[in-house]
């Protein structure tokens, strides 16, 4: 992982990406992370894009914490319900 200040981060977007090899790429701010480059391996634009959708996560916890407190369907009831 390579870590840089963002005053310090003048090499262009291609560059940084050219090297995700060596694992990912931190910029800071004051020495707090503020943006990461990460390599990304099997995941389509849809993937990508909801991976970072705040709202689309906190439906999942939801939906999580749900299944944790009452219990879920199992997959032989939802062929039941849903032919």
Do not use: C, H, W
């Not at 020495?31 to 996560?57: C, H, K, Q, W, Y």
């Amino acid at each position: 992982m390579k870590v840089i200040e963002q005053v310090d981060a003048t090499a262009t977007l291609a560059e940084y990406a050219a090297n995700l090899d060596n694992g990912p790429v931190v910029i800071t701010n004051g020495g707090l992370p503020v943006a990461a480059l990460v390599p990304i391996e099997n995941a389509d634009m849809e993937t990508v894009g909801l991976s970072t959708n705040r709202a689309f996560i906190e439906l999942i916890e939801r939906s999580r914490a749900v299944v944790r407190a009452d219990g879920g369907i199992s997959s032989e009831e939802m062929r039941r319900r849903f032919p």
